[in-house]
T-cell receptor, first 114, second 115 residues
Framework: AQTVTQSQPEMSVQEAETVTLSCTYD???????LFWYKQPPSRQMILVIR??????QNATENRFSVNFQKAAKSFSLKISDSQLGDTAMYFC???????????FGTGTSLTVIP | DSGVTQTPKHLITATGQRVTLRCSPR?????VYWYQQSLDQGLQFLIQ???????AKGNILERFSAQQFPDLHSELNLSSLELGDSALYFC??????????????FGNGTRLTVT
């Protein structure tokens, strides 16, 4: 079975500081993709960053970066220089090459404090 | 703008009624996924279609059904509605039937309220 676990239901960070959101997953597959999606109060789902499991180099998108530890099945998201607009629910997700589903975690609600 | 269009944005209806939610995927995307997000809940996968055929089914109730048409737009039909069906329903699309370099692109959702 494929599962995604986000153990931090809520987090907060001061504006301009750095925060790390945790995600672990469980799969017996070797080839898969990992994603972080952001859902702001507007409720729109926005792709933040993605990582191919076969790549050792951690993905980076501007202020967003991941720490991918394949052996530990861990995929954390680091947000640097947090901005008020980063306030949102963040979902970790993964999909396997051979499957047809995306597996989502239960989300972490992040609040950026002015 | 993700390129995925969902209509209507909001829908209010009574228990026992039937509604249809519509989704137009991004241009070039062959797969359509439907998700349900209840208040303060995560995303529950309902069903996936690829190029007109059902590809995967999740926790979709028997009262719910979906289809994907030849022009690749999809409809989610919800019948005998109950109060607990009130939720945000997302459609997402991707290029392929599998996920090689093919993330999900979400529409803005349809907010269904059952009274």
């Amino acid at each position: 079975a494929q599962t995604v676990t986000q153990s931090q239901p809520e987090m907060s960070v001061q504006e301009a500081e750095t925060v790390t959101l945790s995600c672990t997953y469980d799969t017996s597959e070797n080839n898969y993709y990992l994603f972080w999606y952001k859902q702001p109060p507007s409720r729109q789902m926005i792709l933040v960053i993605r990582q191919e499991a076969y790549k050792q180099q951690n993905a980076t998108e501007n202020r967003f970066s991941v720490n991918f530890q394949k052996a530990a099945k861990s995929f954390s998201l680091k947000i640097s220089d947090s901005q008020l607009g980063d306030t949102a629910m963040y979902f970790c997700a993964f999909s396997v090459y051979t499957g047809n589903q995306f597996y989502f975690g239960t989300g972490t609600s992040l609040t950026v404090i002015p | 703008d993700s390129g995925v269009t969902q209509t209507p944005k909001h829908l209010i209806t009574a228990t026992g009624q039937r509604v249809t939610l519509r989704c137009s995927p991004r241009s070039g995307d062959l797969s359509v996924y439907w998700y349900q997000q209840s208040l303060d809940q995560g995303l529950q996968f309902l069903i996936q279609y690829y190029n007109g055929e059902e590809r995967a089914k999740g926790n979709i109730l028997e009262r719910f059904s979906a289809q994907q048409f030849p022009d690749l737009h999809s409809e989610l039909n919800l019948s005998s509605l109950e109060l607990g069906d009130s939720a945000l329903y997302f459609c997402a699309s991707s290029v392929a039937g599998d996920h090689r370099n093919s993330p999900l692109h979400f529409g803005n959702g349809t907010r269904l309220t059952v009274t």
